[in-house]
Structures are given as C-alpha cells and as structure tokens.
C-alpha cells in the first residue's frame, strides 16, 4: 500500500532524528526554517498546584522539569522558528509541544525588555520572551489527539543555550511577524517567500556530505523536497553517481541522497498546477516514489530531468501509456497494475493530496450476505461518472447545468480531493487530518463509519461524487481498523468512531480487500474497464464527449483550465492556487481516442504481483475550500425537509429560552423562564444540574470555546458566567437599566442586547482558570436604539451585528466603526430573531406579524418577503432554505428562491420558542413552550 509504505518512510526519517516533531505541526504552506536548544522558563504558581503553566503536567519523576530556583520551573527542549509560528518541543514526552502562532503574538523581544515578564527577573541572559494571546498544546504524552488551545493574554520566555543567538533570533521572529500580521494574504505570502529565497541564497550545498571524494559535480540548484501535506526548502545537486537533497534546517536529516544507478523511473510534474516537480523512483512497479522535487524554476527541473534521464536510457527503457496500455491487453499486467501506471503517467502521486491516485468504485453491492462476482448486477456501471450513477440526481444535475451560464459545468465537487483522500485514510493518517484540519478531527457522524454508507452518499448525496483510492485494492488493512485507538468522537446515535463498518458479504478486513481485489480483476471488470478510463483518463474527460457522458466538472480542476502566470494580483493568485489544490485536480489526459478493451474476455484473475504501496498526499491551504464539512452542510440542508423527530425531554417548569451545546455534543445546556440553568447529558440522557441564579427569567446562553463556561442572559438585567468544571456561579456582569434578551460572543468580546433600547459591546477577557479568578470586562461601545431590543445575531467574520427591536425595526450595524449602517421598518410587530447568511450579503428576519424578510445587507433594501398563517419564533437558514419555528409548534422548511413553504414538521405542542443547530449542520434541537427540547434526525 503506498501510502502505508510512503508514511513508514516518513517515520524512518523521523527516527533517526529522534524527535516527536513533525513538519505536519506546521500550517500548510508554512516552513521550518531553523532550531535552537532552550530552556522554557516559567513562573512557578501562575496556575493553580496541580498544573505548572503553560499547559505542562508537574511530574515529579521527570528530570528534564526541573525547578531553576525558588519560585521558575525549567522544561529542557528545542525550539523551532517556522515562517509562521514558534514550536516549543519539550525533551520528555510526558509533556505537551507547545506552538505559538506569531500573528497571535502581541509584542516578541528580547527577555527583560518587554515589561510584562517581572515574574522572570532572575532567569539567566539568553532569554527571548513572546506575549501572546493564544497558544496551542499538541502531543502531550506523545497521544495523537485535537490539539488543544489556551487563549488569554500570556508571556513564555525561553532561555537559549547560545545566549549569542538571542538578538538575530529575536530580529529574524519580528521579521516573520510583521509578514504574518499583513493584512493581504498575497503580501504575507510575497514577504515570506522574500525571507525564505534570502536564506537559500545565503547558503549551499556542503559537498562534504558528497559519499566519495572523486564524485563530479553536475548542477547545483535551490528546491523544496515534497512531502503529503508539508515542503521543504533546501538545496538540489546532481553528481555523476548521486542526487542529493540538502534540508535548509536539517530536517528531519542532513542529507537525502539517492544513488543513480538504483533509479528505475522519473516524471516531470505539474506542482499548483505549474511544471515545477520532478519524482524519482528506485522501483518498477508501485506509486511510492522515492524523492519528490519542486524547483522554483522551470529550466532547473528540466536540466536535472534531462540528466537522469540521459543517465537512465543506458539502463531502463522508458515506458509509455501505450506500452502499458499492450501489456495490459495481451494479460501481462493485471487491472490494478495496469491503473498503478496510468496514475503515475497522469501526475497522480502519492505526495500530492490534490492528485492523490484515483481508482473506481467497482462493487454496486453492499447489502447482501454473499458477494456473486458472476452477477453483473453486483458491479457498478463503468460507463458512468459516479455522478451519473443515480438517474434522479441526475436529471436535477442536468437541469441546474441548463441553466447556468458559461463556464458550464455539472459537477460543483470532484471525485477525488485531499478532503477525500483523508476522509479514508484518517485511521492511519490522523496528523495529517489535524493538520489539513486546523488540529481538528471532523465531526463523528461525516467520519468514514461505513463502506455501505459511503456508497450510498456516492450515490444519492447532493454534491458527493468521490471514487476510491488505491488502499481498497491492496493487502493492508490497518485503513480500516482503528489500531491506533483514536478517540475519533462519538455519532448521534451514541456510538463510538472505531473500525469502518465492512458489509455484510465481508467477514474481517482481510475477507473485505481480498473480495474487492477479486472484484477489480474479475471477467466483468476486465471487459468493462476501458470504459471508466475513457472517463477519467482518456477521450470522455474533455469536450463534447465529456458533455456527452454527463463528465463535467468545474473548469479549474482541469489541466490548462487557469494561467497562474497571467494573473497579475497576488492575493487573487493565491487564492486561486489555493482553491485549485484544494478542490481536486482532473488527471492528465492520456488517451484522446476510445481506449480498446481487453484481447482476452474470459481473463481470470491475476495475482497482485507488486507490492503496492501508496503514500500520501498534500492538502492544501485551510478551510479555504469545499471539503468535507462543507459538502455535508450542503447534503444536510438539501435534507432538511426529511427531519424526524427522535428525543424529547420535559426538563423545564416554563418556556425553554436558549440552548447551546459542548463541542463534542455530549452535554446540551438550556436556560428557561423559570429562571434556570440546566445542564443535561445527551448520553445517559438525564439531567445533570440545575442552576438558578435570580428568581427572574434566563433569556438566553451560549458557550465560551473551550467549553469550561456559560454565560446566560436574565430578565434581572444581569449577564451570569458559570463555570461547568467548579460547578457554581464564576461572575456577574451588571451592564443594563433593563431586561437582557440576548446575547453573542466572538473572540473575547460580549454583545448583549436589552430592553433597555442599547446593544453594548464588551472586552471580555476570561479568567486564567475558570471559578478562580473574575473576568475583566470593559465598555467598548454602545449601539443605541429608540426602543427595546430583542434580538441580536453577528455575521461569520463578526464585523457586522443586526438588531430587532419591539416596534419591528431591523438595524444593521458595522462593528469596526459602531455605526449604524441601516434601518429597516419593515415588521409590524415585535422582530423575533434575526441572522446573517453564510456570505454576509443578507440578513433574514422574522416577526410576530408572520412575515420572513431577506435585506441587502450592502444596500439596506428589503428584497424578499413571505408571509405566513402565524409568527415564526425562531429559525436557522444557509442563504436559501430556512427551518423556522412557529408558534403552532411545528417546524416549517422554507424554500426562499422558489417562495413557498416546502413542508411543515409537527414537534412541540406549543411555540417552537429557539433551535439550535452545530455548525456542520448535523444536528439540530429545539425548544418550546411546552418547556420541552425535542433532538432531531436528519434522514439522508
């Protein structure tokens, strides 16, 4: 399995330099650029006795955390400098990895010059010391798990065994600050791109690590060795017995060398879509190759490619796709082989995520106890895209496509993206999830829990068209067992993410990827296969035949689709690299005529005579692009009208008025009219505490990140923090004449709205240590209306707020000036709630008058309006369905584009009076009057 064999390479390289480090630690498009032997110092008693600060675990046994003198711990280590963040590894692995990311650091010096640090006083010269406003904790006890962050205002300071290093260390992290604080994405990238070159050019090749004295040297060149997720910059030189690789930092060895005459095969490869990479394999026969290059430019690739391979002509003859093509007929490479090569010759490859190698779904058949490989009726049709496999999707696919104007295409997702690759892999790959991630692993329920599940998504999702990778054709299992015993999160259903799910005709792992080799090398398929490679590889990829066979797909995942190099603005190119190798990338095209079938129809099964291993591949710049979360957003609200309801609970004495829920939906916060706080367990399903702060209504509750607070809103004019983990009442803020109805939170700051005609803004600075110390909060503006306010809702970015008020006016207001951007009568009565679309262009809002309004939030013009028999109390939206809840009790589904309500879902026996729904748009409660929260299902 490549990539299997691909990450064993990773962990040999990381053997030998015997850290726990990895360049997965790093941000995508991130380097490491050098390392530094430090002490971390740190003031004793910053937190509380059990915990040292930090983040690190006191460990009386552990040498390495030792006290310096009264009053400091010391943690021996090293330091990393990355182009945007500072890594802190600890010596003992007991002890978490610490990362600073540099565009959260408030002020970088020397120690002693940055006035904060008078806890450190004492501490040796050599001290660099960083202010900070969040930090992330990663690998504590060397378990792979989502990194964990503290927020908060900090100071570390690190101690450097050369204190002579401490002022270009100190110049080069303000360097790197100031690039990772520009405000435009293709300015950062320019100013560290700038750093980096400056390195480069500063160093070279040590020809001291030549393996023999008497080798000539041919060329010398600046690159980046090309590794899944991550690259790393260093120094290429070519003798006449050996390629090197020389890492800038020396990471993770001195040297990568690869002898000549072992090279079997070399390709040129498209890098971002640009003809910068170079791969060298040392064997025949399998996808893991032994050096990925990227040049910085063209001319050096080439020369280095045409070395090789004028090198390589006196030992081994090159093939092509149409030599792999005749041995495949004549019977002498079997179906996976033969899809091995047409992989590699189409610029998949293992290092790359955004061209991972793509092999198809072959099995129709899930369900039934005994798989009959004579059945045709157990094979997926090969002639269609995955796409075109459900005749109903995809007469509303074709429809859609009618209409849209150029550039046309069917398909808003690819069938195969880092999304994808790692929605497989994750099981064996887990840090490169975090990584692709943002130290996160996806929400349980859109996990890979299933092969029948992940078909029938394939099959009937709205925007899921993804085949297989090579791993569910080869001989390793580990992909779908959880050996590793991650804590992948828990579904709704209650149980745990452990091993996928194998269908019933599979009775291990073993049984499941022998049955699908069988399947892939059968009669059927080898009669059939040709069809999918016209597909994905050949003639139907392109053009009218492509149209013809339903096989469009969107214009930038095609070869020559953009050219990056015509694209004058930095930000826009960027952003268009990052959305190119993020969403997927259509393979190379091989074949420009009808790809002829195999000579032999009643072909028998070939063994697998490679040992396939494929590795893994790159996954481009975060969250900036359409990946798994949201695909599922999308397949849950085009669901949305098949809402069941699944629990419900009386928790309340009167009207439920808020519900927020834990990250990791375990424990489901609600506050009432009857003045409590509960807290109630989504797995006994019991209720856990009751909290009455006043004898006055709750109006409202969220959760602060980390999970560790609750703020509720009271009719007694007070907004009350209560802290889960010490089990009582943490603050009071006392900031209104009148009733709070509603509050939000983003990035340490408080919007409360009340009946007292204001919306206040506040900094909101959280206690170290929650239930130990108080919140420090300050008045930062104070948005004034003419009458009570009632509702209040942030956009996505937090830069915009909208108000309801008592008398039916919406108000929107830009928060980076306090303004009053619009007013908006347009209710006749009471607005109930409000909220920003996903894209910020609209605010939704409904009224006691029944009427759903959509506002220009550019223009403050009111664009749409629906009516209905009854207010809508509550509802959630994505820009155009709504689920709103009434004061029937029923949930209605609102389709906006097409002005009609799509269905109405029978749920509380009184006014839905507020619905929560997570942000993957999973999982949705709502709660009544009828002082009951009901959990709902989606059906897909």
């Not at 015997?18 to 110092?41: C, T």
């Not at 030992?315 to 179906?335: D, F, P």
């Amino acid at each position: 399995m490549a990539f299997i064999r691909k990450k064993q390479q990773e962990q040999q390289l990381q053997l030998y330099s015997k850290e726990r480090f990895s360049l997965l630690l790093l941000n995508l498009e991130e380097y490491y650029f050098e390392q530094h032997r430090a002490n971390h110092i740190l003031h004793k008693g910053s937190h509380h006795e059990s915990r040292v600060p930090g983040g690190y675990t006191q460990d009386k046994s552990d040498h390495i955390l030792t006290i310096v003198e009264l009053g400091h711990w010391k943690i021996r280590g090293s330091l990393k400098i990355c182009s945007k963040s500072v890594i802190f590894e600890p010596d003992s692995i007991s002890q978490p990895i610490i990362k600073i990311p540099l565009r959260d650091c408030i002020k970088i010096g020397k120690h002693g010059e940055n006035g904060a640090n008078r806890h450190f006083t004492k501490a040796k010269s050599g001290g660099i010391s960083l202010i900070f406003s969040q930090v992330y904790f990663i690998k504590e006890h060397n378990v792979v798990a989502p990194y964990k962050i503290e927020r908060g205002k900090m100071e570390y300071v690190f101690e450097l065994d050369v204190p002579g290093k401490v002022e270009d260390v100190v110049e080069t992290l303000l360097q790197l600050h100031r690039a990772s604080c520009l405000d435009k994405l293709g300015d950062q990238t320019a100013m560290i791109t700038a750093i980096l070159q400056s390195r480069l050019a500063r160093t070279s090749f040590d020809k001291n690590r030549f393996q023999n004295i008497s080798e000539k040297l041919h060329m010398e060149c600046k690159a980046e060795m090309v590794t899944p997720l991550v690259t790393n910059p260093g120094h290429v030189c070519i003798t006449d017995t050996n390629l090197y690789f020389q890492p800038l930092n020396g990471y993770p060895k001195p040297v990568v060398q690869i002898t000549l005459q072992d090279v079997r095969r070399i390709y040129k490869r498209r890098h971002g879509l640009m003809p910068l990479g170079l791969e060298v394999f040392c064997t025949e026969d399998d996808l893991c190759s032994d050096i990925y290059l990227k040049f910085y430019e063209p001319q050096d690739r080439d020369d280095l490619y045409f070395y090789i391979a004028t090198y390589l002509e006196h030992h081994v003859a090159e093939h092509t796709a149409e030599s792999y093509m005749l041995q495949w007929q004549r019977g002498h490479l079997s179906n996976y082989q033969y899809l091995l090569h047409l992989n590699n010759l189409a610029d998949r490859s293992c290092n790359d995520l955004s061209q991972y190698p793509v092999f198809p779904w072959i099995i129709h058949d899930y369900s039934s106890s005994e798989l009959d490989l004579s059945n045709p009726g157990t094979f997926r049709d090969l002639s269609k895209p995955v796409g075109a496999l459900n005749k109903e999707r995809l007469e509303r696919l074709l429809t859609r496509y009618q209409e849209m104007p150029e550039p046309k295409f069917m398909y808003g997702s690819h069938y195969s993206s880092p999304g994808y690759v790692l929605f497989y892999l994750v099981r064996i790959a887990p840090e490169y999830m975090l990584c692709l991630q943002n130290g996160r692993f996806d929400n349980a329920d859109r996990m890979f829990n299933s092969i029948a599940e992940t078909w029938k998504n394939c099959l009937d999702g709205a925007t899921d068209f993804k085949e297989l990778i090579p791993e569910f054709y080869g001989d390793d299992v580990s992909f779908l067992v959880n050996s590793l015993k991650l804590d992948l999160g828990k579904r709704q259903g209650g149980q745990m993410v452990d091993d996928v799910e194998l269908p019933p005709w599979a009775s291990s792992p073993e049984d499941f990827l022998q049955k699908s080799k069988d399947a892939l090398e059968s009669n059927y398929v080898s009669e059939h296969l040709h069809e999918w490679i016209d597909l994905i590889f050949g003639y139907k990829q392109k053009g009218s035949d492509a149209v013809g066979a339903h096989n469009v797909f969107h214009p930038l995942t095609y070869e020559g689709g953009v050219d990056l190099n015509s694209i004058q603005d930095p930000d826009e190119k960027v952003a268009m690299l990052t959305q190119i190798l993020e969403f997927g990338q259509t393979p190379k095209q091989l074949f420009v005529t009808p790809h002829p079938r195999r000579i032999t129809p009643k072909f028998k099964s070939l063994s697998q005579t490679s040992s396939y291993n494929a590795s893994m591949a790159d996954s481009p710049g975060e969250e900036s692009f359409e990946d798994l979360t949201e695909e599922s957003k999308t397949l849950a609200w085009n669901n949305i009208t098949k809402l069941q309801l699944h629990e419900h609970y009386k928790i309340h004495k009167e009207a439920v008025t808020g519900i927020t829920v834990s990250r990791n939906g375990s424990s489901v916060f609600t506050t009432s009219q009857d003045s409590t706080l509960k807290m109630f367990s989504k797995e006994s399903k019991m209720l856990q505490r009751s909290i009455s702060f006043s004898n006055m209504a709750l109006s409202s509750c969220l959760l602060l990140p980390g999970d560790a607070t609750v703020i509720t809103s009271s009719w007694d004019n007070n907004v009350y923090f209560y802290s889960i983990a010490f089990g009582r009442r943490q603050d009071t803020l006392m900031g209104h004449d009148d009733a709070v109805s509603k509050i939000c939170w983003h990035d340490n700051r408080l919007y409360s709205a009340s009946w007292d005609s204001t919306v206040k803004v506040w900094s909101g600075v959280p206690a170290e240590m929650p239930g130990t110390k108080r919140h420090h909060f300050d008045l930062l503006a104070e948005l004034e209306h003419d009458v009570s306010v009632d509702t209040i809702s942030l956009n996505a970015a937090s830069t915009l707020l909208v108000s309801g008020t008592k008398e039916g006016t919406v108000n929107i207001w830009d928060l980076t000036t306090a303004t009053l951007m619009h007013q908006i009568p347009c209710h006749s009565g009471i607005v109930c709630d409000t909220a920003f679309s996903p894209d910020s262009r609209h605010v939704l809002s409904t009224g006691t008058d029944g009427c759903l309004n959509v506002i220009d939030v550019q223009t403050g013009m009111l664009i749409s309006s629906m009516t209905s028999d009854e207010p809508q109390r509550c509802f959630v939206w994505d820009g155009n369905s709504v689920l709103s809840g009434s004061q029937s009790g029923e949930l209605l589904v609102w389709d906006l584009l097409g002005a009609k309500i799509s269905e109405r879902i029978q749920g509380h026996t009184g006014a839905v009076t507020c619905i929560w729904m997570n942000e993957q748009c999973s999982s949705i409660i709502t709660g009544g009057e009828d002082r009951q929260i009901i959990f709902w299902k989606l059906q897909y």
